[in-house]
Each structure stands twice: as C-alpha cells, then as structure tokens.
C-alpha cells in the first residue's frame, strides 16, 4: 500500500463518524451478551424473577398395608369367620280350615249332608337366625317364629336339627332358641361400645329362600326410633340389601363381629330399597340373658301414658323453651298414681336426666329395675316439682302398641 493510501486510511479511522460508528458497534455487541448471559441466568434460577411456581398442597394417605383378601379389597375373611353361624330357619304351623257356616243350618245340612270334618294344612315360613353359643342357643326373630308348631334350623355345613324355642320378646322383636348339636360353629359380638355412620356392614341370611347370601354396605344410622315396628326401638338403619328371609340373620362389621340382628326393610315394592333396620347386638346379648334366665324378659313401669309435647301444646299449656312430655293418662293404682302425679302434668327429668320425647322416656323407664325408686321432676301449673316413684313390673305387652311407660 502506497504512503498516500496508508495517509488516508488514518484519516479515515481517527474522524468523528467513524469513532461514532464504532461505539454502536460496541454497544450492540455489549447489550447481545448481557441479554444472552440474562436469558442462561433466568433459565436456571426462575425464581430471581421475583415469582414462585403455584404449589398444591394434597393429603396423602399411607400405603395400604395387610395381604390380600383384607380391608378394602375383600371382605372374605369376615365371612368366612361369620357365616357358618348364620343358620336357616324353618317354620311349620298347622291351619284348620273353617267349615262353612252354612253347615250350621239343618235344612242346608238335609241337602247337602252332614258337616264335613274341618280340613288342616300346613303353612311353612322362612327366615334366618345367629348361633350365639356352642351349648346350641340360636338368636332370631320373633315374628319368623311367631305361632309356629315347628321349627328346623339348618346349619351352612349341611347339617339340621329341630329347634326348641327358650323364650321371646315381642317387645323387640328377639326370640331365643336352641338346638341339640354337636361342635356348633359360634359368632363372635363386636366389642366396640359405638357405631359410627360410614362403618362397614355386611348383612347374612337367606333371602327368598334361595340360600346362605351376604350383602354389602354401611351403617346408614343409628338409634332409629319411631319406625312403628316394635314397642321398644333402637334400630341400626344399613343399606346393606335387606330383603324377606333375611330376618334373624347376622349384620357384621368388617372384622366379622355381630353388630346386629336383621329385623326389617322399608319398602313399597317388598323388596330391598336400601332402607334396611337390624336390633343393636348388645341389645339382643342383653334379651338372651334374660330369657335363658328366666324365659321372659322384665322392664319397668310407671303406669302412665305420655304425649310429647308439640309447638300446639307448648302454646296452649302456655310454655317456652320446655322439654318434655306430658301426662295423658294415668294406671289406677299404678306406680305413678301412687307417687302423685296426675294427668297434665309435664315430666321434664328422671334421674336428673332431662326428657326428651315420649320414646325416649318409655326406654328410660324399661331399663330401671322393677322395686327401684327413681326420681321424677315435673312441672305443674308452672312450678317444678321433685318427687320419687317405685317402679312396678311392666305387664305382659298388648297386642297395640302405644307410649306406655
């Protein structure tokens, strides 16, 4: 390159525009590499933007835990433990058919003849029942052996035997029988004091007659009184399916352990509609004992007629914010007569137990022991007055049911 090349070319570099150009130049190159540095850097560390990823906190539960054929996944364990107790029950009653009255009359009777003998047969009924101990004592219900000449428990390993009937409670529908045989298979009673709605049911009896079946579901409620099935209710309500036939079978937990006996459906169609009703267990225990004692069942008794106390009768009677129930009627000679207490008096605690509805005093009344004395307050005229009663012994029940206490 010649010298005046050289000249110019220095010229060129060291003027103004071209010192301009080459700080855009730079500044270009700069911002590129502070951008591409940013862009890695922002990659790697996002939260240096100042913003954190959204986190949804969830409960987890444990890993299941137990083998196969357990829990959730199979209830045959708790059948296989509870079944072969569950029995079939058979029952026989003999009809005698009524001659027709017409026979009555001697002229029908010259032509027609003399009176035909009255003709019987048999009426068979079916139902289920719970071997409770190895000395043979079967629970069921009263009305699958209610005026039976008959009966036959079948057993689900093939075996059978005629039934000899210990005792019934119509009053709740719990009846006790017992057969004659050899290493019996036992159900066990659940020990827990308390059902919880949303625990695990399984019903087991033989519905329609079809044989040994097992139905699933929970408990629905519990304490259901007021359904008008027996003087004294208690009810487990299960949506377990619960259908003719089933009566006096075994309601189980998820263990195998009798939570109840079934006693009844709901129904419109006679089927299962979900709504089924099974006595508490420690209430059944409870009757057993008594009628293997004593072959009948004792419950307390006052001698009154209660009525509970609606938003009518509260205004008419002039009340607010009372609870209770009120003395419809009275027993003469009976125990509350003895104590005092009249019609229209208003029994608002026994035993220093507040009532409630009429149900729940009955029951509070059957569970003391005839020649105890309980405590009785009630309001008369708007005063409260304590006194105390000697409880009797209930008589036999009615064939109408009603809230006598």
Do not use: C
């Not at 890993?63 to 029995?87: K, L, N, T």
């Not at 029942?129 to 009966?151: L, P, Q």
């Not at 004659?180 to 308390?194: A, E, N, Q």
């Not at 104590?339 to 509070?364: E, H, W």
Request: aromatic residues 4%; glycine residues 10%.
């Amino acid at each position: 390159m010649s010298r005046a090349a050289q000249l110019l070319r220095k010229l060129v570099l060291k003027s103004p525009a071209m010192k301009k150009y080459n700080s855009v130049i730079f500044l270009f190159k700069a911002a590129v590499a502070g951008l591409a540095a940013a862009f890695v850097i922002l990659l790697l560390r996002p939260d240096l933007l100042g913003q954190q990823r959204p986190v949804v906190e969830v409960h987890e539960s444990a890993p299941a835990s137990g083998a196969s054929g357990s829990g959730p996944v199979s209830y045959a364990q708790a059948v296989d433990a509870a079944a072969p107790a569950v029995v079939n029950v058979y029952t026989t009653k003999v009809i005698t058919e009524r001659v027709n009255p017409f026979f009555n009359d001697p002229l029908f009777r010259r032509f027609f003849g003399d009176r035909p003998a009255p003709r019987q047969r048999l009426e068979s009924n079916l139902g289920s029942g719970v071997i409770v101990s190895d000395k043979g004592y079967v629970i069921t219900n009263n009305h699958v052996i209610a005026g039976a000449d008959g009966i036959e428990v079948a057993l689900r390993d093939g075996r059978s035997a005629s039934a000899q009937l210990v005792g019934t409670d119509p009053e709740t529908d719990v009846a006790v029988l017992k057969i004659d045989l050899d290493s019996l298979p036992t159900i066990t009673f659940s020990g827990t004091k308390k059902l919880r709605v949303g625990d695990v049911a399984l019903a087991i009896g033989n519905p329609f007659g079809v044989g040994q079946t097992v139905t699933l579901g929970i408990i629905s409620a519990t304490g259901r009184d007021r359904v008008g099935i027996n003087t004294y209710e208690n009810f487990i309500q299960t949506d377990a399916a619960i259908n003719p036939g089933n009566s006096g079978g075994a309601l189980i937990d998820a263990h195998g352990n009798l939570v109840g006996i079934n006693t009844a459906i709901f129904s419109r169609s006679g089927g299962s509609q979900g709504i089924g009703f099974a006595i508490p267990a420690s209430i059944a225990r409870e009757i057993m004992s008594q009628l293997i004692e004593t072959g009948r069942v004792t419950r307390g008794w006052l001698g009154v007629e209660t009525q509970d106390i609606t938003p009518a009768l509260a205004e008419s009677f002039g009340l607010r914010d009372v609870t209770g129930v009120i003395i419809a009627g009275i027993q003469r000679s009976g125990p509350a007569a003895r104590a005092g207490l009249r019609p229209g008096d208003i029994i608002i605690k026994i035993n220093d137990n507040p009532t409630t509805d009429s149900k729940t005093t009955m029951n509070q009344i059957a569970r003391i022991a005839p020649g105890d004395t309980l405590r009785i307050t009630i309001l008369r005229n708007g005063h409260e007055i304590q006194t105390e009663a000697v409880v009797g012994q209930r008589p036999p029940p009615q064939r109408t049911m009603s809230n006598r206490g």
